[in-house]
């Protein structure tokens, strides 16, 4: 039985006991997928067919605030907002992800008092819209993990904490690093070898260009999306092989810091991406007219000499990639796009 | 050798000698694939990797008067035009077409009295946008060939007919008939397997709406487009399973009259052949904010139960497939297209 409970079980078994403090806080970054993550080989664990890579947003992500409280009910809220719904897809995720905790009982209540009893407080912060398909779940889970064990002083490495955010979103695993991350697929049915491994490389110069098309939430969730497109895609079977290409690609420009490569490849693999969720049947169409505007400006621009590439999620918005010293010409182009810093944090 | 020329040749072996004529005039429609074509297995002969299967356009395509003419070049015009740039792409297609007549030259002298000096005037009248993705080189190559069938008296089959309109454009091979065609890919290396096929269901009921968003010549012609597709996509190798699996339920649809399996399907077919091109290295993409609009229009109308699909071909614009009971409530939603009705000819 590999439910995600009894992962969590196996990660926190040999922590040592520790004081408790009132609450834990601690900041995730947001991470973009270089390379996408798109289909499960198990989606309890979330457990990814392939290997994916991504880069972290600097400052751009979510802080968790975590305390347990005497109520009965968990209390959630987001950007100050308790959420009261229950049926709220946020709500439901943590409150189930708590639930793998609280099914720790008993045998860890010696060295981390959780109880089936034990309900938290989890405010959470985010300056990224919410469900606009701007990984807002991935730095969500990595940053109430983070906070878990501040709060109960499990001292995890970043690799057990990695497996720990992966069960609550997949694409989680890979925003516990600043910079490149790779998830590596792993192999094991237990999933204790599917986590992020933070690749070397800085990129101080590489910057990134958040634009909001249309900052509503996506009609239909990734998650939706990536079973359709894997139960009905005729084009899902070569999906592994065409990211273990990209992959090698991304690498190696990275190493090189050959921007151009680097460029070609994630946008690629976004176009590549969103194809084949276009080849689901029903077809998965995530982009509106203002996307397609946008991407025929970035096409324009190119063509006129400026180095600058895109990449799309499940949701209208873009992520341009662009060097530093292109900076200020992007900012002309681009008036509404918003800039990040990876390294900055 | 299987050059195009030696296939006319092939073709003409047996034609008996016939008065000739001052000029032959034809129509042929054009035709909309509801199941795509989309890449070769002979890129000299036009010979498909799949079947395909297409509805003509009714009354819309291209009329094209052809004579024999003493000058030293040949004359083609469109739409009252003379193209006197020999560069331009339908120059070029229908004049090597032409040449590949001339090459049967002598061996054919007593039956149709073509020689290396034959020229003609190729005039064509098309009622289409020209080059917008709407199959205009469909109709012009087909309506060619039967006015050349006119003109020489050479009373081919249609089949044979189909043939020589193939090696001018592939999907022109479609129209010589009125109705539902399957382009039956064939098997052989000399394409005389590779022809039309007329389907034996009518529908008098199924209506196309033409929806021009963007008139604009493409950016990128579909054989350029093709070969792209075929040469990097890593998804090109289910392209051939998709197809056969979309004919077969688009076939049982015109069997049964299931105008929403027609539909549903069609545009599937169509969301998927764009999703392949998406994935071809450097991406292609022929939609614009403008289709996507008019994609997403077309899915809300549905979700309000009117019954719509649309089909893409290699260009921005989309053609509409809905049935004569709802054309007030389309002309009401819709009231940019140009409705069709394919079986009014």
Redesign the interface.
Known sequence: MNSSASIVKTILADRHPHPRIEKGVAFAPANIALCKYWGKRDTVLNLPVTNSLSLSMGQYGATTEIACINQPLDQISLNGVLLLDNNLPFVKRIRSFLDCLRMTDNRHAQSTPITTDTRFSVKTQMNLPVGAGLASSSCGFAALVKALDVLFGWQLPLKALSILARLGSGSACRSLWTGFVEWEKGERSDGMDSYGVALPEEWPGLKMGLWILDPNPKPLSSREAMLRTVGTS??Y???S??VE?DLKALKSAIALKDFEQLG?TL??NA??L??????A???I?Y???????A??QIREARKQGLSIYFTQDAGPNLKLFFLDSSQAKIEEYFPDIHIISPWEV
Do not use: Q, V, Y
Not at 287 to 293: H, Y
């Open positions: 005729p084009f079977s070569a999906w092989s065409l290409g070609a946008e690629a176009c590549s969103h194809g084949l969720m276009m080849s049947r029903p077809p169409l982009s509106t007219d203002r996307t397609l505007k991407i025929h």
